[in-house]
């Protein structure tokens, strides 16, 4: 059966929204009321649905692939689904959507990838190179000057080296371990703040705090990729704010 696609927010929904997924994931769920224990629900169940930012339709398909077993909790399990209002059960399966969500994202991100690699575009010319490398320049020394953030300062940290530039940092393997560090359990408060992060799914949110957290615990498997991803961002962000620094040196030194 085809449904209308909501496009706002379920708390942001009309009420003949709410009521109409309600009425879809009880009949999908075959929920029989008894005593009248539809209707003492429904008020419950909706409220608890506030905390998501998700749309009607999104619910609702996250229901449906819940019933026909193609939406896995994070341990891999299938999501037992009672024929029952539970919000317990929509926890576990709105949790579930979204992990399946973001992994679709990055599917999605991983197949346009391959697409460059396959079909790559043409290689600029060294004409086209050195004017691409003038225009960032530029917009760095003019974001410094501005004291403006600039993302892309960390292209010019083999120049800055080159120049002379970032020596006591280069020379000593601590010193840069400790900052990446730092700027690896940043990133992940900043990320753990987001109403939905974009580089990490919750569980991996959790399992890396938890490995920072704890001096203690192991390297496993299961965050291994995630961590290798942080601290890929954490080395790219630290050369960033090192040579931001080294052009505002530069920048100041000329008056």
């Not at 929204?17 to 929920?31: G, I, P, S, Y």
């Not at 960390?154 to 900052?179: M, P, R």
């Not at 990490?200 to 203690?216: G, I, M, P, Q, V």
Request: hydrophobic letters at 35%.
């Amino acid at each position: 059966m085809q449904r209308e696609i909501y496009r706002e927010c379920i708390r942001f929904s009309p009420p003949e929204t709410k009521e109409k997924l309600v009425n879809d994931v009880l009949t999908l769920f075959q929920v029989r009321d008894r005593n009248g224990e539809k209707e003492s629900m429904k008020d419950t169940w909706l409220l608890f649905l506030m905390d998501f930012k998700l749309t009607a339709t999104e619910i609702y398909h996250a229901h449906k692939m819940a019933i026909q077993r193609n939406l896995l909790d994070q341990n891999g399990n299938e999501i037992e689904c009672l024929p029952m209002l539970s919000t317990n059960t929509t926890g576990k399966i709105l949790k579930a959507y979204e992990r399946y969500k973001q992994n679709d994202q990055q599917l999605q991100e991983g197949r346009e990838r391959l697409k460059l690699i396959l079909n790559p575009p043409p290689e600029p010319t060294e004409e086209e190179k050195k004017a691409e490398r003038k225009r960032n320049w530029d917009s760095l020394v003019e974001a410094v000057k501005k004291g403006q953030n600039c993302e892309h300062a960390f292209l010019f940290y083999e120049l800055a080296i080159k120049k002379g530039g970032l020596e006591s940092f280069v020379n000593d393997e601590n010193v840069q371990k400790i900052a990446i560090k730092d700027k690896m359990v940043q990133i992940l408060a900043k990320e753990k703040l987001k109403p939905r992060s974009i580089l990490f799914n919750t569980y991996e949110l959790k399992k890396l705090s938890d490995y920072f957290e704890d001096n203690k615990k192991p390297m496993t498997d299961e965050i291994a990729y995630s961590f290798d991803r942080l601290q890929a961002l954490a080395i790219t962000q630290v050369k960033n704010d090192k040579v931001y620094e080294w052009v505002k040196q530069q920048v100041s030194g000329k008056g």
